[in-house]
């Protein structure tokens, strides 16, 4: 980005956006836009909290469940909807349909089966998830170089080491893109849960926050759920240009 | 069929999924320690009769025999060198040249140690840490005949290895395969869609016909190599010769 000619950094757009925020902020419009130096302090107060800290125990330990599942779950069956015809026909509509779908509509149903508990969150996480993931994987695989394949065949490859050594590392750069779309729902997946189910985690605060009007704790919450989605989002990404700049000449 | 063959095609032919016919009825001897080529008009399955030779295509008529052994899939004395070049791209020239070797499960120092000296024949030295995309086509192809000379291999099938590579680069590319070749002894089974290729590097030319393809002429050029130099060798009367006959036959399929 230029101003004037002169090349200023991303975050600036942040400044200004931060700075205005502030300025509606101190003209008291409205009681849910607090100033935004009063949310900053509202974050600075909650943070070291013992509420605070057990939420976000709680609410990574589900988000971080959900993931595994969602990935060791999502990666080896993308991989057998690539190389079995027969699975890919079967499960690819259910995929192409939950992977658009607004999985937020089931968790009341989950709710209802699973109990209103951890589980339910981890299993929306995983829901959350998987589907990108189980996607993408399938057309990293079906994408993969055919003559890779054919030449490990070639130099005496098991089938194993055709996936391991070839198959695996032809998808990664599509398998990544999967999982960062995957990290980014799963933090809304357990936003989401957590805030149905209202008594956990992260969600137990939202709810506490915005029905005692603690508008200032609200936004400080929201500024942390957002930072967290954008920090893990970016880590993925960081791996996935490390992989791209190697397969650079696919 | 020859005492000497090492590959014996016999009554090969391929009809694909879908009913194209590449390969009909194709019988042949390929010598020991030889560099016979197949050469005919685009379409006409000499791709297709490699990959068989290879055993990555199953026949539909007739068999293979390597060594006296009938051919049901890839196997330790055959090496391929693509015409893609098919290099990991997420790994380096050392990497990519022991690929063979990793797959046999060779501890890695081992292999590294064979891939150096493969990888130094073939000159490229001091490009072993490279990944493929810093590599021009021409390197790239050296690459591809390091890895299958690396696995020690009696045959060595190249597919139109030179066809993405560069007028200059090819010739020179030509002049060291035949050296290494003939020291080496490795019979090489080589296809091509260029007359003067296959006449400047082969001692047996099958000709294959339009398809589907089948044998239309095996030619065995007498050209005399030792102690030449390869513009003697381009203006050698049998050179010469040899490129005319087998543009008699192949225009007809034109």
């Not at chain 1, 057990?54 to 599942?69: D, E």
Request: hydrophobic share 50%; glycine share 8%; proline share 4%.
């Amino acid at each position: 980005m230029t101003l004037f000619g002169k090349r200023i950094p991303i975050f600036f757009s942040l400044v200004v956006w931060f700075v205005l925020w502030e300025i509606i902020g101190r003209t008291e419009l409205s009681t849910i836009t607090p100033p935004f130096s009063r949310v900053i302090a509202a974050g600075i107060t909650i943070i070291p909290t013992q509420k605070f800290s057990v939420a976000v125990s709680i609410s990574l330990r589900s988000f971080a469940l959900g993931m595994a599942l969602a990935l060791l779950i999502g990666i080896p069956v993308g991989i057998l909807m690539a190389r079995v015809a027969t699975i890919g026909k079967i499960l690819g509509m259910w995929v192409n349909i939950f992977v658009s779908a607004p999985i937020s509509a089931l968790v009341p149903i989950l709710m209802a089966v699973i109990g209103i508990g951890d589980t339910t969150v981890v299993v929306t996480v995983f829901l959350f998830a998987v589907f990108v993931i189980i996607l993408d994987t399938q057309i990293g695989i079906k994408q993969a170089d055919r003559s890779l394949v054919e030449m490990a065949r070639c130099f005496g490859a098991k089938r194993h080491q055709v996936y391991t050594k070839i198959l695996f590392l032809s998808a990664l750069p599509e398998i990544l893109a999967g999982v960062r779309l995957g990290v980014i729902r799963g933090v809304k997946g357990v936003v989401i849960g957590q805030l149905l189910i209202a008594i956990l985690g992260v969600g137990e605060l939202f709810e506490l926050y915005s029905q005692h009007f603690l508008m200032e704790e609200f936004w400080a919450l929201v500024l942390i759920v957002f930072m967290f989605a954008f920090v893990v989002s970016e880590a993925v990404a960081l791996l996935e240009r490390r992989v791209e700049y190697y397969a650079g000449s696919r | 069929m020859s005492a000497d063959a090492i590959v014996e095609v016999n009554q090969v032919g391929k009809i694909y999924d879908g009913g194209v016919e590449a390969l009909t009825n194709v019988s042949v001897a390929l010598p020991h320690g030889r560099l016979s080529t197949l050469l005919g008009p685009s379409g006409c399955g000499k791709t297709t009769l490699l990959k068989i030779i290879a055993g990555l295509i199953p026949p539909s008529r007739g068999e293979v025999w390597v060594k006296g052994n009938k051919v049901d899939g890839p196997g330790p004395e055959r090496a391929f060198v693509f015409q893609d070049f098919a290099l990991l791209p997420w790994a380096n020239v050392l990497r990519n040249v022991a690929f063979g070797l990793e797959l046999r499960g060779l501890p890695k120092e081992e292999r590294h140690q064979i891939a150096r000296k493969h990888i130094a024949e073939v000159g490229l030295k001091t490009f072993e840490s490279s990944y493929p995309h810093q590599l021009s086509g021409g390197m790239r192809q050296r690459v591809g005949l390091a890895r299958a000379l690396a696995i020690d291999a009696d045959i060595i099938l190249m597919d139109e290895p030179f066809s993405s590579v560069d007028e200059q680069t090819r010739r020179k590319f030509q002049e060291e395969l035949l050296d290494l070749l003939r020291h080496k002894k490795k019979t090489v089974i080589f296809v091509t869609h260029s007359i003067e290729e296959a006449a400047y590097l082969s001692d047996q030319i099958v000709l294959l016909s339009a398809r589907p393809g089948t044998i239309s002429k095996i030619i065995q050029p007498s050209i005399d190599r030792e102690g030449r130099s390869p513009d003697e060798i381009r203006r050698d009367k049998n050179y010469l010769d040899a490129v005319d006959e087998i543009w008699q036959i192949l225009k007809h399929y034109v």
